[in-house]
């Protein structure tokens, strides 16, 4: 995780109209909740809620250390820069590619702890303290990733732009148990638009590696 | 997006307390609503509490019913095996719903919060009622195929877009929700939204400072045997044209208990209580069906493009009771 | 040498090569035109107009500029001058402009979503942000008129479609009267809503001037020629002052084949600050930025013999345009040349209204148009009671009725029957309405698909070095379609050379020139060209070998002297002779160089055919017609209750001359059938009755196919050797593969269910309210 200090904000002032250090201590202390929390608020919250300093705001431009593929990168960015434009104009990974910055076509799909997300609405300050693989971490030097292999291997691309996206998604979609089967793999590839068409190539690929696991 | 400042909260009441003291501050958890809109300009807040440390998580299946924390991601109670196996129809709205990516991101709490599809609604540049009051709805007399018949008011037309909530309106699940005081109140999530009416732009009772912290629904035979259809234009990643959840608790070839919701088709998930009335006692057949399925769209009021609705609805509601396990 | 490419043995052209940029692009590696990290690089976002019609009655920038990092706001008040703009019809027809208008060139709003303001700043956040705060006052222009349909809007005769470029009324025969006397009479209205190309990456323009005069600019575009064609009479530049660069596309399906506004916009913010600009276009602005396929109406009235013999086909046509151009794809085109149709007429009406220019889309004309066709084909199958198949093969037309030549090559029955046998096609129940598989109607369609080969000619340049390896280059570009590996493979056979010693260059105007990736004609001119620039090589080798007296070929005549695997030898004493890199060592240098240029209708029949082809009869060379043929064959399952359509199996069998890298030709059909798919069951842009606005302009509701939409595919080439083409023998596939097959989808559904939609796309309301069999 984070060390506090990492969002601090630099110039030392706060969200206009957001609250501020202070207001936060004002505003938690005193306070003890247990009693009428909900179960699941658990009394451990409420308990690190009466211990635990104020969580502290970041606003403007702000520290923040971003585990990519292994190596911890340092990077100053405001709050609202997503993961996705962290990559692209931040880090020069540009492998997640921008489709739709909404989260409807899965070109900017990494995996965050494993887990396949849309790097597009996910924000740079919220990764902090996760493991992201993108594109560019997925080969061992070079040496490709069986589903890189695979793509290469069924054609499973034209332009190359969805490309990314849809291995980081075959990636996650093979060890989540996704594709055991072919209509089992459409599905679970659907989140991941390809305008040239490739589909079949796309199933052939994610198919082929899921086999190649399977046997072990 | 506007320059909004950020903190991670740690606790709940930091976090409501927070969200008290600042009127234009927003809950992020997953972020896939919240960021799309904010960068559509359709909302912008101020500071952004990330929710995501609190201790909101957690699947718990008991007699009484099942619980399930804010927190948990779409795919994660989407695939929970006592999800799956005592209520079906939860788990495929979820896994119908979006893509695998997107339900790795979003929370449940988040889920029931998202955002209508109206393009009027999802473009500033058009008058909307709910996203400006007093605009006006040119939805009314506009691009209304996939908006809603049921709920609807001279103010908005838009349909409620989550899969989810439909799931949870039939299988009377409550809600509950967190202050800044640190009290927590439950209530019924048919009694969360809000319909249109003159004031689409307030969408739920939630208040200001609340936060949902928790999901729970009871164990019934209806849960047990529940089943959500969604018949949409394209295969997958699409939104519902119109689904169906319903649930029913059939004992001797006749009907004990009866849930039946529909969505894609609501201002708000359309639970739809006479329905369920109707069918109590009733023999579980296609007739029995078909007759439930013509009273469940008896208060539609189709616009000019989704009078198809009226008819799917009731085909989608159909062929939902059609494919429920036999008991 | 052989000015025809002639297959080598051990050769690769036609193989299943693995592309050669494809570890580039399943690494990451490739880089896209938004994706240069250039120094000092600053932001662009567009602001536009909310209104559909009106006019800019004020513009305050002040809040925008006070955010941080902003550099400028450019606004009609103050973009840097342009030497032309394409707002006259002289300065649009110089620039090669797509639209008679640029944004920012006036108080005028013409539609909405229009640019009314360019926002620069240091940041992407802090641009999109100020984008937000510039305030804009409008005065409101009334109503606007959003389709042809409006009440208010003017059909028109436009005499001339595509902008100009085709003819808009073509007759021949008597076929109102041969229509009046037909004893079969069909007559169907269809309807195909706006389209959006949508390609994944999004319009991208990063410019740089290097010198006040001089501009490099990475941009998404399908020839980069035509980009500086563009730019250098919109800037007045000469063309060597401006280099543009696109070495990866990520697609374009035709919205990326002409020079929108976007980015000379993006130019000239550069210019006004003094920085690099990038500016990556927002998926809603990618709906009202590069063009769209028009909304338009088709009529076909077609007359035949009780055996189903075609005597008359009658065509209109009704779409929407621009204020400024007349735009309309051009439907009848297929209409008149793909079946014996001895009676042929077609007409365009068109209106203007408040939306841009609507552009080509893959495909422009025979997607929708051979939607229409053969729709109606399909109901002249039934009426008469035969096969679908055989209806067209009843019709089959022996030469181009459209223009009474010869075709170059035609395989079109051998598609019919080898995709009928793949299919299973006997299989099919004659009767429509009669197939259930549990809740499911099942139907099965098929439609022939037919593309031109279009006038092209490009240059290529081959380097070849004495240690064995290559270098060609041509300014062209690969959408996805696979130009880096085919021309590859091409240049590989004619250097004799393994694969992995060549490098193929392109997307760069510092290197030969090339045309548009547009109309299927890279594959078959670019691969010409670099065929032709290697004999070229070896042309060159062979005159210095026999002029070289220590050469075992001096002496001979160059015409006895062969070429294989890189050694020059005697063709009546194979023994004698050498190899390159000696000719090469003796005279001292490290390598050598050709140029050529290919050419279509320049084939081994008729190698001079383009050049006395009449240049204004883009589709004919040679005295021949020249067209790529097919059929695709469609299984759907129609729900029986919801009206849901799935296709379940799908078979596309193609003649389209010779197919240079089997692997990437078969992604090319399955590509373009998927896209046909889409149009088919899903793919619609609505846009507002009263703003004239779309109101889905985004992925999440214009809905294009994903994964779980498509079924197993099969995709064949029949062999075929067409000797007029161009050297290569090659048609082009790129858009055959969309061709029909809206129509084989429809006529599927139509067989499942005995009901007709000829309203695109079918979804499962129209399916349902259209009537399900009980």
Redesign the interface.
């Known amino acids: 995780m984070t060390t506090p200090d990492d ?1 601090t904000p630099a110039d030392g002032h ?6 501020s250090r202070r ?2 201590l004002k ?2 202390g005193g ?3 247990a ?4 179960p ?3 009394r ?3 308990v ?2 009466k211990l ?1 300093p ?7 431009p ?1 520290n923040m250390a971003l585990t990519i593929n292994g190596q911890v990168r340092n990077l100053r960015l ?5 993961l996705l ?1 962290a990559l ?2 931040y880090l ?16 900017c ?1 990494v995996l965050v702890d494993g ?4 790097s ?4 740079a ?2 990764a902090q303290g996760k493991q992201i693989t ?3 971490g ?2 061992k030097g070079d040496e ?1 990733h069986p589903m ?1 292999e695979a ?3 069924h ?1 499973g ?8 996206g849809q ?1 980081m ?1 075959g990636v ?2 093979v060890s ?1 148990g ?1 594709a055991k089967t ?1 209509d089992q ?19 052939a690929a994610v198919r082929e590696v899921a086999g190649q696991q399977a046997k072990g | 997006m506007n320059n909004f400042a950020y903190t991670q909260a740690a606790s709940t009441k930091e976090a409501t307390t927070a969200k008290q003291a600042d009127k234009a501050a927003a809950f992020i958890g997953g972020g896939t609503t919240l960021i799309d809109i904010m960068k559509s300009n359709i909302e912008q807040h101020s500071l952004l509490i990330d929710i995501n440390r609190l201790a909101l998580t957690g699947i718990n299946d008991t007699a009484e019913g099942l619980r399930i924390g804010t927190l948990e991601h779409m795919s994660t109670v989407g695939e929970h095996p006592q999800v799956v196996q005592n209520y079906p129809a939860i788990s495929e709205s979820l896994l119908l719903s979006a893509s695998p990516q997107l339900r790795n991101m979003a929370t449940m709490g988040g889920n029931l919060l998202q955002k209508t599809r109206c393009g009027y609604y999802r473009d500033v540049a058009f008058p909307c009622n709910k996203r400006v009051p007093g605009s006006g709805c040119p939805a009314q007399t506009g691009d209304n195929r996939t908006l809603a018949i049921f709920g609807t008011s001279p103010s908005c037309i838009a349909t409620n877009a989550s899969d989810l909530a439909v799931a949870l309106v039939a299988l009377d699940a409550r809600l509950t929700l967190e202050n800044a005081k640190g009290q927590s109140r439950t209530l019924p999530l048919t009694e969360f939204y809000k319909l249109p009416g003159s004031t689409p732009n307030i969408e739920t009772h939630l208040q200001p400072d609340e936060l949902i912290t928790a999901i729970t629904v009871p164990a019934a035979g209806h849960a047990r045997r529940s089943h959500y259809l969604k018949v949409r234009d394209r295969a997958s990643y699409a939104y519902a044209l119109v689904s169906a959840a319903v649930g029913l608790d059939v004992q001797g070839g006749l009907i004990r208990s009866a849930r039946v919701a529909l969505g894609g088709v609501g201002t708000v998930p359309w639970r739809v209580p006479a329905v369920e009335k109707y069918l109590v006692g009733k023999p579980a057949t296609e007739d029995t069906f078909r007759a439930a399925a013509a009273l469940a769209v008896r208060d539609a009021a189709p616009r000019e493009q989704n009078k198809f609705k009226v008819e799917l609805a009731q085909r989608t509601l159909v062929r939902a009771f059609l494919e429920l396990p036999t008991a | 040498m052989d000015s025809i490419f002639t297959e080598q043995p051990g050769g690769v052209v036609g193989k299943p090569i693995i592309r050669v940029d494809g570890r580039d692009k399943v690494t990451g590696r490739a880089k896209y035109s938004a994706e240069f990290p250039l120094p000092g690089l600053t932001y662009a976002v567009i602001v536009t107009s909310p209104i559909a019609k009106g006019k800019i009655q004020s513009i305050d920038s002040a809040a925008a500029m006070r955010e941080p990092g902003v550099l400028t706001v450019l606004t009609h008040q103050n973009l840097p001058p342009l030497a032309t703009t394409p707002n006259t019809p002289e300065g649009k027809k110089k620039i090669g402009a797509p639209m008679g208008f640029l944004p920012l060139t006036s108080d005028e709003i013409f539609y909405a979503a229009q640019p009314v303001a360019v926002v620069v700043a240091d940041t992407l956040e802090h641009a999109q942000h100020a984008a937000t705060l510039v305030r804009v006052a409008y005065q409101s222009g009334g109503k606007p008129i959003a389709y042809y349909t409006d009440p208010k809007a003017e059909l028109f005769d436009p005499q001339k479609v595509q902008d100009g470029k085709q003819e808009g009324h073509t007759k021949r025969g008597t076929p109102e009267e041969s229509f009046a006397s037909a004893p079969i009479q069909l007559v169907a209205t269809y309807h195909h809503p706006v389209h959006n190309h949508n390609p994944m990456e999004p319009g991208s323009t990063t410019a740089q001037w290097t010198a006040p005069d001089r501009l490099t600019v990475y941009e998404s575009t399908q020839g980069v020629f035509r980009t500086q064609s563009s730019l250098k009479a919109m800037l007045g530049l000469p063309a060597d002052n401006i280099r543009v660069i696109t070495k990866y596309l990520g697609g374009g399906f035709g919205c990326k084949g002409s020079t929108w506004p976007h980015t000379i916009l993006t130019i000239q913010a550069a210019k006004a600050v003094g920085r690099p600009v990038k500016l990556m276009l927002t998926r809603p602005q990618m709906f009202t930025s590069m063009g769209h396929r028009e909304d338009q109406e088709q009529t076909v009235k077609l007359g035949a013999t009780a055996e189903g013999k075609i005597t008359s086909i009658i065509h209109t046509k009704k779409s929407t345009t621009s204020p400024w151009d007349n735009y309309a794809e051009s439907n009848s085109k297929i209409l008149d040349m793909l079946y014996a149709t001895p009676n042929f007429e077609a007409s365009y009406e068109m209106a203007r209204a408040n939306v841009m220019t609507s552009t080509f889309m893959r495909a422009p004309g025979e997607a929708p148009g051979s939607f229409a066709l053969e729709c109606s084909m399909d109901d002249l199958a039934y009426r008469v009671g035969v096969d679908p198949v055989q209806i067209r093969l009843l019709n089959h037309s022996d030469y181009d009725y459209s223009t009474g030549q010869q075709w170059s090559s035609k395989s079109l029955k051998q598609c019919y029957a080898r995709g009928a046998e793949l299919f299973g096609w006997s299989r099919r129940n004659p009767k429509a309405g009669q197939t259930r598989e549990g809740r499911y109607l099942v139907g099965m369609g098929m439609a022939t698909a037919s593309y031109p080969v279009h006038n092209s000619q490009g240059t290529a340049r081959a380097r070849l070095y004495a240690d064995g390896h290559a270098v060609v280059q041509a300014g062209a570009t690969d959408l996805g379609t696979g130009t880096y590996t085919v021309m590859t493979q091409v240049a590989a056979d004619s250097l004799g050379l393994p694969l992995e010693k060549v490098r193929f260059e392109l997307g760069d105007t510092q290197l030969p020139n090339a045309p548009n990736s547009g109309g299927s004609v890279a594959a078959g001119t670019v691969s010409s060209s670099v065929f032709l620039a290697c004999q070229d090589v070896w042309d060159k080798l062979i005159k210095m070998a026999v002029a070289d007296r220590k050469s075992p070929l001096h002496g001979a005549d160059p015409a006895e002297v062969g070429v294989e695997k890189g050694r020059l030898f005697l063709k009546n004493k194979p023994k004698k002779g050498e190899s390159y890199a000696e000719v090469l060592h003796r005279a001292d240098m490290p390598d050598i160089e050709g140029m050529a240029q290919g050419k279509y209708g320049a084939g081994n029949e008729n190698p001079q055919g383009a050049k006395n082809a009449d240049p204004s009869k883009k589709d004919e060379a040679g005295g021949h017609s020249m067209h790529s043929f097919g059929a695709h064959f469609c299984q759907v399952h129609v729900d029986s209750e919801l009206g849901v359509v799935r296709v379940t199996k799908w078979v596309s069998v193609m003649g389209a001359g010779r197919v240079l890298n089997s692997q990437t030709a078969r992604s090319q059909i399955l590509g373009g059938a998927i896209f046909g798919i889409g149009s088919a069951l899903m793919e619609a842009t609505e846009r507002d009755d009263h703003f004239a606005r779309y109101t889905n302009a985004d992925l999440a509701n214009y809905h294009v196919c994903v994964n779980k939409d498509i079924p197993d595919m099969t995709v064949e080439f029949v062999e075929e050797h067409d000797p007029y083409i161009n050297a290569m023998g090659v048609k082009g596939i790129g858009e055959i593969g969309i061709v029909g097959v809206a129509a084989a989808v429809a006529n599927a559904v139509y067989h499942a269910t005995g009901k007709r939609v000829r309203d695109l796309p079918l979804t499962p309301d129209k399916v349902l309210m259209n009537g399900l069999p009980s």
């Open positions: 969002q706060p969200a206009p109209g957001g609250p207001s936060f505003q938690s306070l003890l909740s009693t009428l929390a909900a699941i608020a658990s451990a919250e409420a690190a809620d635990a104020p969580s502290p705001v970041a606003s403007g702000t405001e709050p609202r820069v997503t434009d692209r104009e020069d990974l540009t492998g997640s590619k921008k489709g739709c910055d909404h989260g409807q076509c899965g070109a799909t887990k396949r997300v849309n597009c609405l996910t924000l300050v919220m993108t594109i560019e997925l080969a490709l890189q793509f290469l291997k054609d691309f034209q332009c190359g732009y969805c490309t990314p291995i998604s996650a979609c989540e996704h072919d793999a459409r599905e679970w590839m659907s989140g991941n638009i390809c305008r040239c068409g490739a589909y079949p190539n796309i199933l």
